[in-house]
C-alpha cells in the first residue's frame, strides 16, 4: 500500500502558476502508474494528467494540454504537476492517485487508481 500526500495549492491570479507536489511513501514508487485528477464544485471529479510508473509517457486532458506538465522523480518518490497559464475554471482541489502496474501504461478512469491523497485546493481569481 502506498500513501500519497500532496501539496503546493493556493490562490493565484488567473495567468499564474502553481506547482503541485505528490509525495508517497509505503511501497516502491516505481512500482506505480500516477494520475493527477480535480474536481470542482458543483462537478464530478476528473482526469488531468497521468504519467508512466518509469516517467516516459504522459498523457493530459484537452482542457489543460499546452498548460500543465506532469512529471516525476522516482528517487524523491514525489510526482509533480506544473500548472501554467491558469484560469479560472482551473479552480478545484487537486488529488494525486497511485495505481500499482507492470509496463507504461497510463490510466485516465478514477475508478482505476485504489490509492489516492486527500487534495490540495487551487484557486484562480479572474
Known amino acids: 500500500q502506498v500513501q500519497l500526500v500532496e501539496s503546493g495549492g493556493g490562490l493565484v491570479q488567473a495567468g499564474g502558476s502553481l506547482r503541485l507536489s505528490c509525495q508517497a511513501s509505503g511501497r516502491p514508487f516505481n512500482s506505480y502508474a500516477m494520475g493527477w485528477f480535480r474536481r470542482a464544485p458543483g462537478k464530478e471529479r476528473e482526469f488531468v494528467a497521468g504519467?508512466?510508473?518509469?516517467?516516459?509517457?504522459?498523457n493530459y486532458a484537452d482542457s489543460v494540454k499546452g498548460r500543465f506538465t506532469i512529471s516525476r522523480d522516482n528517487a524523491k518518490e514525489t510526482v509533480y504537476l506544473q500548472a501554467n497559464s491558469l484560469k479560472p475554471d482551473d479552480t478545484a482541489v487537486y488529488y494525486c492517485a497511485a495505481v500499482e502496474v507492470m509496463g507504461s501504461t497510463i490510466f485516465m478512469r478514477s475508478e482505476t487508481y485504489p490509492y489516492w491523497g486527500q487534495g490540495t485546493q487551487v484557486t484562480v481569481s479572474s
Open positions: 504519467i508512466s510508473r518509469s516517467g516516459d509517457k504522459m
